[in-house]
T-cell receptor
């Protein structure tokens, strides 16, 4: 069965510092990978996705992620964060068929 | 346009009430989804509709009744809910056969 592990439940960081949010998945077959962001009292917004092709994926708001098949990881990075990046971030995986499996989420808190 | 709309934004209901949540998309997506999200938790899949037919029911109690009247609309009818059903209800949609799901802003439900 598929599963997703987000290794950090909370990540505090200062404004303009780099950040990495870690995500590992378990699956014996090819998967599709996503990062979503959820701002307070809002729905989920797609940040980026890996379906195939280049393992370095660029998304919105300056975020990028790298798919590493050998380490079964899909870590999210941003070189310089802003206060407005404070939100909950969810990594998700699917084999297809509409069933998205989410990680437990990482709360990113950007401090001035 | 990658917009999914949901109404109402907030809903308070008693345990004997009947209410409905509405979701709409005009992206030509033929797959639509209902998720339930409790505070500080990831979304949990409830139902999947594909070409207006129910394709996945994740063992959801019968007090939740989904309906897909046409390819753009998805409803969730609520009856005799329990206080533990209080949550954020998220709708999503995707092209059939494509794995990227786009989420609406959600309806925050409080059951008294």
């Amino acid at each position: 069965a598929q599963s997703v592990t987000q290794l950090d439940s909370q990540v505090p960081v200062f404004e303009e510092a780099p950040v990495e949010l870690r995500c590992n998945y378990s699956s014996s077959v090819s998967v599709y990978l996503f990062w979503y962001v959820q701002y307070p009292n809002q729905g989920l917004q797609l940040l980026l996705k890996y379906l195939s092709g280049s393992t370095l994926v660029k998304g919105i708001n300056g975020f990028e992620a790298e798919f590493n098949k050998s380490q079964t990881s899909f870590h999210l990075r941003k070189p310089s964060v802003h206060i407005s990046d404070t939100a909950e971030y969810f990594c998700a995986v699917t084999l297809g068929g509409g069933k998205l499996i989410f990680g437990q989420g990482t709360e990113l808190s950007v401090k001035p | 346009d990658t917009e999914v709309t949901q109404t109402p934004k907030h809903l308070v209901m008693g345990m004997t009430n009947k209410k409905s949540l509405k979701c709409e998309q005009h992206m030509g997506h033929r797959a639509m989804y209902w998720y339930k999200q409790k505070a500080k938790k990831p979304p949990e899949l409830m139902f999947v509709y594909s070409y207006e037919k129910l394709s996945i029911n994740e063992s959801v109690p019968s007090r939740f009744s989904p309906e897909c009247p046409n390819s753009s609309l998805l409803n969730l009818h609520l009856h005799a809910l329990q206080p533990e059903d209080s949550a954020l209800y998220l709708c999503a949609s995707s092209h059939e056969g494509e794995e990227t799901q786009y989420f609406g802003p959600g309806t925050r439900l409080l059951v008294l």
